[in-house]
């Protein structure tokens, strides 16, 4: 899935979106320059000769080792005049068995496409910024073929350099700290949310909490979303939620957050924010919709209506239904799927999920069924945990129903299972 913000579109002033052939076209007619995230290449790519090294790995090691970009073939480099390329010669098996051969760590998420008027036709190699940097680009040497060297280019303004050893010690600390401060941002989401919920709780309840984080979110100012457009990602969520699903034997958090509080997302900070936290007659809901990808869902598992079973008091146990907390994997995986379409993001999703007690540790059980559709009671062998672990999983771009329904199940599965279930 190519990326939805480029050097392009960025010059042209569009906004964010797919690549297009007149975007290219305008671009070479402006005479835009190379840069670290722009390479023009006249021809293409072509096969290591003479013990060279691989130019294709190399180009896209380089620009995967800097910040991604893209590699457009059929545009001159010096005059931008573009040209077009054969696109019976165009061998995209062969680009990527050399990737395959060549550059290590494996890129998985290089995309490959063409772009045409119907006269012309260019080759467009759009090249993400990976978190698995630094990558080596392997080749042999011409006086001996029996001889592996490996290297790691990178890109220096609009060409292309080889790191020496200490950039290439700075970029595997760099790698590392990319992950620790993805599960931060993550962690901060989960602290907020948790002081919200803390700040609002009448009663001692065990909540269902939920993050979901682009590895490459979207840049600060790419894209302001419209209160419409939040509108339609819920109502598109709802929706996606019943498809995956099927028939919820209990209603999830879009669901149970009724239709005032859905249709009216207040602004927060670059995000939306959908809550009833005011209101202690439903089911509690948070749901934000951040600016550069993220979601952030919480329901409240304890709720009971007035008129039900006593609230639970200081020393009770908290109860947890499994139906309630499937729903809510489901109503998450489905507002998190729509999200990433709205604002055609390209990159993995990182998935958390907990079940906490915000104001304090509290022994929870959970209640299940063993007939389907019959009422939900204590299981007599279950455990009463006080502390349950996040669960973890990740969704790629553009993911299917499938591997959505399988990604809600394995959230559910794991926070259930620490309950003895």
Known sequence: MARTWTRL???????????????????????????????????????????????FAKDVAAMANTRGGLIIFGVQDKTTRLVGIDPEQVNRQQYAQWIRNHVQPYLPDLDILELTDGTKTVLVVDVPASEMAPHFVYGGAARDKEQQAAVVPYRDNDHTAWMA??????????????????????????????????????????WFLAVSRPQRPLPRSAYTMSRDEAREVLESAKTRARVLYGRQLVPGPLVGMGPDTRLNPRPGLRRWVCNNLHSPINREIITELHYDGTVVMAAN?????????????????????????????????????????????????????????PDGPRAMTPLTSTWGDGAETEPPYARRPHHLQPAHTVLSPAAADDEGRSGADELCTDLMSQFGL
């Open 301 to 357: 598992l304890s709720f009971i209506r007035a008129g039900g079973a006593e609230l639970p008091g200081q020393d009770d146990v908290l109860r947890v239904s499994e139906r309630l907390v499937t729903a809510c994997c489901y109503d998450f995986i489905a507002t998190a799927q729509e999200h990433q379409r709205k604002l055609r993001l390209d990159s993995t999703l990182q998935l958390t999920t907990l079940i906490i007690s």
């Open 9 to 55: 579109h960025e010059h042209l002033g569009c906004p964010p979106g797919p690549l297009t052939f007149d975007m290219v076209r305008q671009a070479a007619a402006d005479n835009l320059e190379e840069s670290d995230d722009l390479d023009w290449k006249e021809m293409l790519p072509q096969p290591p000769r003479d013990g060279r090294w691989n130019e």
């Open 165 to 206: 050893e200490h950039q290439v010690e700075r970029a595997y600390r760099d790698r590392f700290a990319r992950v620790g401060r993805a599960e931060e941002e993550i962690q901060r989401h989960i602290d907020f949310t948790t002081q919200t919920i803390t700040a609002h709780a009448y009663v001692p309840s065990a």
